[in-house]
């Protein structure tokens, strides 16, 4: 004979208290549904068509940008040959999305090394661009030429490269030349590891950003756009471009945080500085 099982009965909540539970689920629903968070949320999960995201770096480059982990290791037993320049230049540096200038500090050092001058943005953290925020690049690029006397090199590494591309079209005249590192101003928007957490953060449509760009018009300066196949971010094409949209597409081998510091990329740009005509 089977034995029998009892199982205590399932409490039940009153109808009335369901509902009301209900309706302030539904007004809770609601009321995140005007928020500033539930819109940003929305634009990180925007839905894209594959064809956008094509190029992109794979997950394993993407894993590879963990090497910058290591750079506290190497670091101090790393030895740059430096040779002082006979061609010293002005070089202000802009940081990519979402870092600060001290991410780039390794590099300015070796640039001062080397006997150039090398200058922050001034605007802390890279939040992404807005209108106030390249009004203050624009002065301050005006207030460096003034103050050196010569054209600045405008060097910006991801977004910053950009912002100097976009910059240097507004103030040629201040401009000696723009070297991008890992920049993508050429193709879609989108082919990259990045572009959710861009808008989420911004706020805005990679392709509506909140100032007038046209990112792939290359600026009426010498223009070089450094870029590597190991970048594990940003589509390698979309960082070298295309005839017309820079001078000059030069490939180094590095991840994309290793352009704030890799051996090579400090190379080609004491290389470019040197080369640099004020």
Not at 9 to 17: C, D, Q, V
Not at 169 to 197: L, Y
Not at 232 to 237: F, W
Request: with cysteine; glycine share 8%.
């Amino acid at each position: 004979m089977a034995q029998l099982r009892f199982l205590p009965a399932r409490s039940r909540l009153p109808a009335p208290l369901v509902a009301v539970a209900t309706a302030a689920g539904v007004q809770a629903q609601q009321a995140y549904a005007g928020t500033e968070l539930a819109r940003r949320v929305a634009l990180a999960r925007e839905a894209c068509p594959e064809e956008h995201e094509a190029g992109k770096p794979r997950l394993a480059r993407l894993l590879g940008e963990a090497d910058v982990l290591l750079e506290l290791l190497r670091r101090p037993r790393r030895k740059h040959a430096v040779v002082r320049t006979a061609n010293p230049q002005v070089a202000m540096i802009l940081p990519g999305f979402a870092t600060h200038p001290m991410r780039m500090r390794y590099l300015a050092r070796q640039l001062e090394d080397a006997g150039h001058v090398a200058k922050r943005w001034g605007l802390g953290r890279n939040w992404g661009p807005d209108p106030d925020r390249f009004d203050a690049i624009e002065e301050r690029l005006i207030e460096l030429h003034a103050r050196h006397g010569r054209k600045v090199v405008l060097i910006g590494w991801s977004l910053g490269g950009l912002y100097a591309r976009e910059i240097a079209k507004r103030q040629p005249g201040s401009v000696a030349k723009v070297i991008t590192m890992g920049s993508p101003f050429s193709g879609s928007p989108r082919a990259n590891n990045v572009w959710r957490a861009y808008q989420f953060i911004t706020g805005h449509s990679v392709d509506a950003p909140p100032i007038a760009a046209d990112l792939a018009t290359k600026p009426p300066v010498e223009t070089v756009a450094l870029w590597s196949a190991n970048d594990g971010v940003i589509a390698p094409r979309c960082a070298a471009g295309r005839a017309g949209e820079r001078d000059r597409a030069v490939p180094v081998r590095c991840t994309h945080m290793g352009f704030t510091y890799d051996p090579q990329v400090i190379a080609t740009l004491l290389a470019e500085l040197e080369s640099t005509r004020a």
